[in-house]
């Protein structure tokens, strides 16, 4: 099973990721540390069809809230 994990990075991704490959799924990690930017639409449907996955986990997180305090538009 192919499973893209949004936020991959993270603390709970991480040790998801971990149990995942553990059990043999394949991960793919959608994270902005590996320049995977989740409101990129473009890049994110290129990674869907390229990885054509299973499901998908998301826990991707604004880690910098007062960034929606200043740009209202990226909710």
């Given at each position: 099973?192919?499973?893209?994990?949004?936020?991959?990075?993270?603390?709970?991704?991480?040790?998801?990721?971990?149990?995942?490959?553990?059990?043999?799924?394949?991960?793919?990690?959608?994270?902005?540390?590996?320049?995977?930017?989740i409101?990129?639409?473009?890049?994110?449907?290129?990674?869907?069809?390229?990885?054509?996955?299973?499901?998908?986990?998301?826990?991707?997180a604004?880690?910098?809230?007062?960034?929606?305090?200043?740009?209202?538009?990226?909710?």
């Open positions: 099973m192919k499973i893209i994990i949004t936020g991959g990075n993270g603390f709970l991704g991480k040790r998801l990721i971990r149990e995942l490959t553990n059990k043999n799924y394949i991960v793919f990690i959608y994270d902005l540390i590996n320049n995977y930017d409101l990129n639409i473009g890049q994110l449907q290129k990674v869907f069809n390229d990885f054509k996955p299973n499901t998908i986990i998301h826990l991707a604004c880690a910098v809230l007062n960034i929606f305090a200043e740009n209202p538009d990226l909710i």
